[in-house]
């Protein structure tokens, strides 16, 4: 049994700013090593069960999380404003209470710091906190940057459809040391962003919102 890697949840300052550049070393991620299969020796055809195997735990922020300034809610509030009061005046309500929704959605995530949560990586998946992700439940993976963060994005095939994982150094293991364990069984290939995603993007470099 590999020994359980652990360490130290962050700070409350790490866990509401983006990580600086540091000289820390992070975690690294041990292979498993009862990784080869044995024949059972009682059904002809099936295979011996593989212990399940810690292999890399962390606590880390929830989400990517940024302070936002006065100007970043009163843009915010205006576009939301406009849009509402032009559907209103087209006579779609329904779609006028899905903006407000949104627009709470989004004063509340800005707003209040997102708790740490516990990531355990095993030869089986992943644990987050108690929801459990296993690997026939995942599609590709990548990395990307998200509010100064860089995370790890993982496909599933169920509610949410993204498995999203903060990453900080010093805290978590590095991507390299990852990407090494999860090519094992993931494809590493970011999908094209999705038409939300192209709006967000489109109004993130049109619109700036501070």
């Given amino acids: 049994m590999m020994p359980e890697l652990k360490n130290t949840a962050p700070g409350e300052n790490q866990s509401t700013q983006a990580p600086k550049e540091t ?6 991620v041990n292979l498993p090593k009862s990784a080869e299969l044995e024949k059972s020796k009682v059904a002809p055809g099936y295979y ?4 399940e195997e810690t292999l ?4 880390a922020p929830a989400r990517p999380f940024k302070k936002r300034k006065k100007q970043f809610f009163s843009t915010i509030f205006i576009i939301a404003l406009l849009v509402a009061l032009i559907l209103f005046f087209a006579g779609q309500v329904l779609p006028v209470a899905l903006v407000i929704s949104v627009v709470f959605l989004v004063y509340v995530t800005a707003m209040i710091p997102p708790q740490n949560v516990s990531v355990k990586l095993t030869n089986y998946g992943f644990y987050v906190d108690k ?17 100064g963060f860089d995370t790890l994005q993982i496909e599933l095939g169920r509610f949410p459809g993204r498995l999203s994982l903060v990453l900080v150094d010093g805290v978590t293991p590095t991507k390299k040391s990852l990407e090494e364990v999860l090519s ?14 192209k709006i967000s993007s489109w109004f993130a470099k049109n619109i700036p919102l501070e």
Avoid: C, H, N
């Fill in 23 to 28: 000289d820390s070393t992070d975690q690294a």
């Fill in 48 to 51: 011996r069960p593989i212990p």
């Fill in 56 to 59: 890399v735990t962390w606590e």
């Fill in 131 to 147: 929801d459990a992700y296993a690997w026939y439940e995942m599609g590709r993976f990548w990395f990307d940057k998200k509010e």
């Fill in 184 to 197: 094992e069984v993931l494809l590493k290939e970011k999908p094209k962003p999705t038409t939300f995603e």
